[in-house]
């Protein structure tokens, strides 16, 4: 695991943040930042780009949570929140605002380390899987844009599929450019032109 990681810690307790920086530099993480309050989250993040964050509360409510969660950017980075108490509209809450971990009945210092591998490489398996949904995303809509394409072609031409797309990859390969970007002009040019 990376021991290199910037880590935000969010506790308004000196003596709690004082025993979970020890904590961290006992996993062999020795870049953490503390701040007192999540006021402060917003310019700390800007500041500091941390790689994780953890942030410690006692009882949250869900307002809390979900902002808390949206601006420690949880969809860009691992966060952490480890809470005393929950109910199923809360853990609802937390699984729905993105975060990494959401641990039930506090902070316990000898569970940060794992804990907190585990909310990163939890976040990176989900980072991968949304990476490979918006690939996939992108192949179908290329796909579509370059059947209509082919579709306008062989009309237009009266050729076959084959050869629509033959003229397409030609046109690519002459202009230098991929068979999407063709694709997407004679589709965009064809809608111009009704």
């Known amino acids: 695991m990376q021991t290199e990681l910037k880590i935000l810690v969010v506790e308004p307790e000196p003596a709690k943040a004082r025993e979970i920086i020890d904590a961290l530099m006992d996993g062999g993480w020795s870049d953490v930042t ?4 999540a006021e402060a989250l917003v310019t ?8 994780i964050v953890l942030i410690d509360l006692a009882n949250p409510d869900r307002d809390t949570l979900e902002h808390l969660s949206f601006v420690s950017n949880a969809k860009s980075r691992p966060v952490a929140m480890f809470v005393d108490h929950t109910d199923e509209a ?8 993105g975060l990494s971990a959401y641990v039930v009945n506090g902070l316990q210092m000898d569970r940060i380390k794992p804990v907190l591998e585990t909310a990163i490489a939890r976040f990176r398996m989900f980072e991968k899987m949304q990476s490979e949904l918006d690939a996939a995303k992108r192949a179908l809509s290329d796909r579509k844009t370059i059947d209509r394409a082919k579709g306008l072609l062989m009309q237009a031409r009266k050729i076959s599929e084959d050869e629509a797309y033959n003229l397409l990859r030609k046109t690519a390969m002459g202009q230098g450019r991929k068979v999407i970007e063709v694709a997407t002009a ?3 040019a064809a809608d111009l032109l009704q």
Do not use: R
């Open 34 to 37: 503390v701040i007192g309050s």
């Open 90 to 97: 809360m853990t609802q809450a937390a699984i729905s605002a």
């Open 186 to 188: 004679l589709v965009t």
């Open 44 to 51: 700390t993040l800007k500041k500091q780009d941390p790689d």
